[in-house]
């Protein structure tokens, strides 16, 4: 069973950028492929990008194309969600999540994730 322990949140403005991280611990991140999602207050948890084992395919949901990036570095069992041109209707808790599942398809929906982190807080100011 894998760990995930999600860092690099924080306050920052419109227009700026960050850099989240999610270490795994327990077993090797190549096992398995890996989502960020996030949870502003007082709506549902929603998909933010994913990637495949190889990490040579990558999903993202429509309002962040363009200007967020989900690479991983397996040497380091870490997976990233780098954060351009950040917005307001950015801020939210975003979580990292590994999944399991024998697919060629990147889930971009929570059921197609096993395992979670305990969330990372964002906050863009206008």
């Known amino acids: 069973q894998v760990q995930l322990v999600e860092s690099g949140g924080g306050l920052v403005q419109a227009g700026g950028s960050l850099r989240l991280s999610c270490a795994a611990s327990?077993?090797?991140?190549?096992?398995?492929?890996m989502g960020w999602f996030r949870q502003a207050p007082g709506k549902e948890r929603e998909s933010v990008a994913g990637?495949?084992?190889?990490?040579?395919?990558?999903v993202y949901v429509d309002s962040v194309k363009g200007r967020f990036t989900i690479p991983r570095d397996d040497a380091k069992n870490t997976v990233y969600l780098q954060m351009n041109s950040l917005e307001p209707e950015d801020t939210a808790v975003y979580y990292c999540?590994?999944?399991?599942?024998?697919?060629?398809?990147?889930?971009?929906?929570?059921?197609?994730?096993?395992?979670w982190g305990q969330g990372t807080q964002v906050t863009v100011s206008s």
């Open positions: 999540a590994a999944g399991t599942a024998r697919t060629w398809v990147v889930p971009l929906s929570r059921e197609g994730y096993d395992y």
């Open positions: 327990g077993r090797a991140l190549s096992n398995y492929y």
């Open positions: 990637i495949s084992r190889s990490g040579y395919t990558t």
